[in-house]
């Protein structure tokens, strides 16, 4: 395997930070470990023709994928990570050159990045323990990270478990060795912490920041001399481990726990116990290689399959583990409770329904059906299933889910609960009763409205519950509820009510059913009349009922016209909206909301002008910057990769509430799916060409651009033809 510095695609490295050869104890070449570089995505965005516009003074460039390169195992409850500016999306940006600690939980949503700790070898002020680094010493893979603080001649590294970090700090100053615990930070506000000594070579405590507590016990390699406790619990306080003197390497291993210290040691002691940090490392390079061959790529470029593994890599953080090895969670009313199923966080359902979460279901379905539990959790504590942000998307992801045979959970509580989300007003559908009674969700009238303005993002609203009345009516069909699906389907028309036919474009409609003036379908909003886009990025989104979009257009040729406009009138770099960049036209890969539009042309019967643009976007928006690191926009806990995958592979998941996926060209001349039952999906590229002629199917010509998700889950052979 090699060891990944945070340099692009060419750069290699196969040393590990202290300048031993690990070839020994990594995976055979030809691994995907090679492939899967953690700093992909940590890059931030700087150039405004990159960006789409110049950033205003102030602004640190644009947020990028706002992803950590620390250790962490697939949908982990830990990981650990390097922080170089607290209260910044994941707390890293790779062009920074200051490190203020390693945290343990982390996300990429200007939220967690709890129980922050750094080796010293010295004394400081409270605000000065920092260090500077040197990007040549920073190192890292799945399942490690590794670097040198150059003011504390400390070189550190970091493994973890499900439950766990494992530190490992040499000290080039034998005698003068100290950890400090920076319990008053985390990227939320900390309300209460507390540490204490718990035995000759062990502490431990807690973090509290207001919506949780985060509770750990940990281990030290050698016996520790002291706690000094500053400010105990206070916002500028802090704790500093003093170690006797001493050149062996010093060890912490922590383990964490959302209930208690005693959970938190009981995960210490059964995940990692007495294992070295090599034994903890090489189990976790395993788990991950594990994972990542379940999809093998065969062909492409260099760059094509490091992008590929690492987006691979990334679709796997989150959501994240919340149960302990005991089976006990704390509930989303803060109640302790233990169930016979792993409790995970919620997904980042906005975002991740489009792909992300039906790609956990295909390679890891257990925890797939997990997710879904605990979301039945949450619907039995609060009386709705849980959405994240916008839209209704629960709906999607479980509908979606049991087509895809995730259905080992009780469907007919789990769809009980989907009604009230999409009937009930106070719970997962926002202003549901206006939407019901209208058949739209209108827009407040607001003169001059700007980018921030604050509404309802009707538009943008009732676009997404059309989507996900139809993700129910689904479910509801395979559940025989007719009197449902019927009305479900009726209601899945009402994007309907929110397009323009004189301007050809989704749009807000006033309460009284009039079309907000005056209308510039060029300028973005974060929610008024459409949730982080403009009128362009919307008005191709329909994934359930494309025919009766076009037919909204006027028939195939004005559709195509209008899509071919999408992709050329340019962006105008006055309109600026933080988390929307990254354009081709109008179109804007940097976020999500149009995601789906690129393939498009494929219902008019032009999939050839989809593939253009799909080449376009995996090649231009993705390893960007000067440093091949960089996202157009947020990864948005995996969306962002996942897109990648799946259309680098040939196959996306074009409606999530429907088990069927469009067929494009792959970037790799063969790839191979392996299901948890042994059966391989196999895709075969013939030719050279990025044109695609024909479609087969085991064997036999395939009409149509979709294939059923039978192929992954009982095996087969898919052929695409070029010329």
């Given at each position: 395997?090699?060891?990944?510095?945070?340099?692009?695609?060419?750069?290699?490295?196969?040393?590990?930070?202290?300048?031993?050869?690990?070839?020994?104890?990594?995976?055979?070449?030809?691994?995907?470990?090679?492939?899967?570089?953690?700093?992909?995505?940590?890059?931030?965005?700087?150039?405004?023709?990159?960006?789409?516009?110049?950033?205003?003074?102030?602004?640190?460039g644009?947020?990028?994928?706002?992803?950590?390169?620390?250790?962490?195992?697939?949908?982990?409850?830990?990981?650990?990570?390097?922080?170089?500016?607290?209260?910044?999306?994941?707390?890293?940006?790779?062009?920074?050159?200051?490190?203020?600690?390693?945290?343990?939980?982390?996300?990429?949503?200007?939220?967690?990045?709890?129980?922050?700790?750094?080796?010293?070898?010295?004394?400081?002020?409270?605000?000065?323990?920092?260090?500077?680094?040197?990007k040549?010493?920073?190192?890292?893979s799945?399942?490690?990270?590794g670097?040198?603080?150059?003011?504390?001649?400390?070189?550190?590294?970091l493994?973890?478990?499900?439950?766990?970090?494992?530190?490992?700090?040499?000290?080039?100053?034998?005698?003068?060795?100290s950890?400090?615990?920076?319990?008053?930070?985390?990227?939320?506000?900390?309300?209460?912490?507390?540490?204490e000594?718990?035995?000759?070579?062990?502490?431990?405590?807690?973090?509290?920041?207001?919506?949780?507590?985060?509770?750990?016990?940990?281990?030290?390699?050698?016996?520790?001399?002291?706690?000094?406790?500053?400010?105990?619990?206070?916002?500028d306080?802090?704790?500093?481990?003093?170690?006797?003197?001493?050149?062996?390497?010093?060890?912490?291993?922590i383990?964490?726990?959302?209930?208690?210290?005693?959970?938190?040691?009981?995960?210490?002691?059964?995940?990692?116990?007495?294992?070295?940090?090599?034994?903890?490392?090489?189990?976790?390079?395993?788990?991950?290689?594990e994972?990542?061959?379940?999809?093998?790529?065969?062909?492409?470029?260099?760059?094509?399959?490091q992008?590929?593994?690492?987006?691979?890599?990334?679709s796997?953080?989150?959501?994240?583990?919340?149960?302990?090895?005991?089976?006990?969670?704390?509930?989303v009313?803060?109640?302790v409770?233990?169930?016979?199923?792993?409790?995970?966080?919620?997904p980042?359902?906005?975002?991740?329904?489009?792909?992300?979460d039906?790609?956990?279901?295909?390679?890891?379905?257990?925890?797939?059906?997990?997710?879904?539990?605990?979301m039945?959790?949450?619907?039995?504590?609060?009386?709705?299933?849980?959405t994240?942000?916008?839209?209704?998307?629960?709906?999607?992801?479980?509908?979606?889910?049991?087509?895809?045979?995730?259905?080992?959970?009780?469907?007919?509580?789990?769809?009980?609960?989907?009604?009230?989300?999409?009937?009930?007003?106070?719970?997962?559908?926002?202003?549901?009763?206006?939407?019901?009674?209208?058949?739209y969700?209108s827009?407040?009238p607001?003169?001059?409205?700007?980018?921030?303005?604050?509404?309802?993002?009707?538009?943008?609203?009732?676009?997404?519950?059309?989507?996900?009345?139809?993700?129910?009516?689904?479910?509801?069909n395979?559940?025989?509820?007719?009197?449902?699906?019927?009305?479900?389907?009726a209601?899945?028309?009402?994007?309907?009510?929110?397009?323009?036919?004189?301007?050809?474009?989704?749009?807000?409609?006033l309460?009284?059913?009039?079309?907000?003036?005056?209308?510039?379908?060029?300028?973005?909003?974060?929610?008024?009349?459409?949730?982080?886009?403009?009128a362009?990025?919307?008005?191709f989104?329909?994934?359930?009922?494309?025919?009766?979009?076009?037919?909204?257009?006027?028939?195939?040729?004005?559709?195509?016209?209008?899509?071919?406009?999408?992709?050329?009138?340019?962006?105008?770099?006055?309109?600026?909206?933080?988390n929307?960049?990254?354009?081709i036209?109008?179109?804007?890969?940097?976020?999500q909301?149009?995601?789906?539009?690129?393939?498009?042309?494929?219902?008019?019967?032009?999939?050839?002008?989809?593939?253009?643009?799909?080449?376009?976007?995996?090649?231009?928006?993705?390893?960007?910057?000067?440093?091949?690191?960089?996202?157009?926009?947020?990864?948005?806990?995996?969306?962002?990769?996942?897109?990648?995958?799946?259309?680098?592979?040939?196959?996306?998941?074009?409606?999530?509430?429907?088990?069927k996926?469009?067929?494009?060209?792959?970037?790799?001349?063969?790839?191979?799916?392996?299901?948890?039952?042994?059966?391989?999906?196999?895709?075969?590229?013939?030719?050279?060409?990025?044109?695609?002629?024909?479609?087969?199917?085991?064997g036999?010509?395939?009409?149509?651009?979709?294939v059923?998700?039978?192929?992954?889950?009982?095996?087969?052979?898919?052929?695409?033809?070029?010329?």
């Amino acid at each position: 395997m090699l060891l990944l510095t945070g340099c692009a695609f060419s750069c290699v490295n196969t040393t590990s930070p202290s300048g031993h050869d690990r070839a020994k104890s990594n995976s055979a070449s030809g691994s995907p470990l090679q492939y899967a570089n953690p700093f992909m995505g940590t890059a931030p965005l700087t150039d405004p023709k990159t960006i789409g516009y110049a950033p205003p003074e102030g602004w640190r460039g644009v947020w990028a994928g706002l992803v950590f390169p620390g250790s962490s195992l697939p949908n982990a409850m830990v990981q650990l990570s390097p922080i170089t500016e607290f209260h910044t999306g994941a707390g890293y940006d790779y062009e920074d050159s200051v490190i203020y600690a390693f945290a343990h939980t982390n996300k990429g949503h200007w939220n967690l990045c709890h129980l922050p700790v750094l080796p010293v070898s010295r004394a400081a002020t409270p605000d000065s323990y920092f260090s500077r680094f040197a990007k040549s010493t920073e190192k890292a893979s799945p399942g490690f990270y590794g670097v040198t603080l150059q003011d504390y001649g400390v070189q550190v590294e970091l493994t973890s478990t499900l439950r766990c970090g494992f530190h490992r700090y040499r000290y080039r100053q034998p005698d003068n060795r100290s950890i400090v615990f920076k319990l008053a930070q985390s990227n939320e506000r900390v309300t209460n912490w507390s540490i204490e000594k718990a035995g000759a070579a062990a502490v431990q405590g807690f973090q509290e920041t207001g919506r949780q507590t985060v509770f750990f016990y940990g281990e030290l390699s050698e016996n520790l001399r002291d706690v000094e406790v500053q400010g105990q619990g206070t916002k500028d306080g802090l704790a500093v481990v003093h170690l006797p003197g001493g050149s062996k390497p010093v060890e912490l291993r922590i383990g964490i726990s959302f209930v208690s210290v005693q959970n938190a040691r009981q995960n210490l002691e059964q995940e990692i116990g007495r294992r070295s940090f090599e034994q903890v490392r090489r189990q976790a390079e395993k788990t991950w290689e594990e994972l990542l061959s379940k999809v093998e790529v065969k062909g492409g470029t260099p760059k094509q399959k490091q992008m590929f593994y690492s987006c691979l890599y990334r679709s796997f953080l989150w959501p994240a583990l919340r149960s302990d090895l005991n089976g006990e969670f704390r509930d989303v009313k803060g109640d302790v409770v233990k169930a016979d199923f792993n409790y995970y966080t919620e997904p980042s359902l906005w975002d991740t329904y489009r792909n992300k979460d039906l790609l956990i279901g295909m390679l890891t379905p257990q925890v797939a059906t997990d997710v879904i539990k605990s979301m039945q959790d949450v619907g039995h504590k609060t009386g709705f299933l849980p959405t994240f942000f916008h839209g209704d998307h629960a709906a999607a992801l479980i509908s979606g889910s049991y087509q895809r045979g995730i259905t080992n959970f009780d469907v007919q509580d789990v769809y009980r609960l989907m009604l009230r989300n999409a009937n009930l007003e106070g719970g997962a559908r926002p202003h549901i009763a206006e939407y019901l009674q209208k058949g739209y969700i209108s827009t407040t009238p607001v003169s001059n409205p700007e980018v921030e303005t604050k509404d309802k993002a009707g538009v943008s609203k009732t676009l997404e519950y059309a989507f996900d009345d139809y993700a129910v009516a689904q479910l509801a069909n395979i559940l025989k509820d007719t009197a449902t699906y019927r009305v479900m389907m009726a209601r899945s028309k009402n994007y309907r009510n929110v397009f323009d036919p004189a301007t050809k474009f989704m749009r807000g409609r006033l309460a009284d059913g009039s079309w907000v003036k005056p209308f510039d379908p060029q300028y973005p909003y974060y929610e008024y009349m459409y949730r982080e886009a403009n009128a362009w990025q919307v008005s191709f989104f329909a994934p359930h009922d494309m025919p009766g979009l076009i037919a909204l257009y006027g028939g195939p040729q004005a559709f195509e016209a209008k899509l071919d406009s999408l992709f050329t009138v340019p962006w105008n770099p006055k309109h600026i909206a933080r988390n929307v960049s990254g354009f081709i036209g109008q179109y804007c890969h940097g976020n999500q909301p149009d995601h789906e539009t690129p393939f498009s042309y494929y219902f008019i019967g032009k999939p050839e002008k989809s593939q253009r643009r799909l080449d376009e976007i995996m090649d231009k928006f993705y390893g960007m910057g000067k440093d091949g690191l960089g996202y157009s926009g947020m990864d948005d806990a995996g969306e962002m990769s996942a897109w990648y995958v799946f259309s680098s592979t040939g196959l996306y998941p074009y409606s999530a509430a429907d088990a069927k996926y469009l067929v494009s060209v792959p970037l790799f001349d063969e790839v191979r799916w392996k299901a948890d039952n042994g059966r391989v999906f196999t895709v075969k590229k013939a030719g050279n060409s990025r044109t695609m002629t024909t479609i087969k199917v085991n064997g036999k010509a395939h009409s149509g651009y979709f294939v059923d998700h039978a192929l992954f889950r009982e095996g087969g052979r898919l052929e695409i033809a070029t010329q």
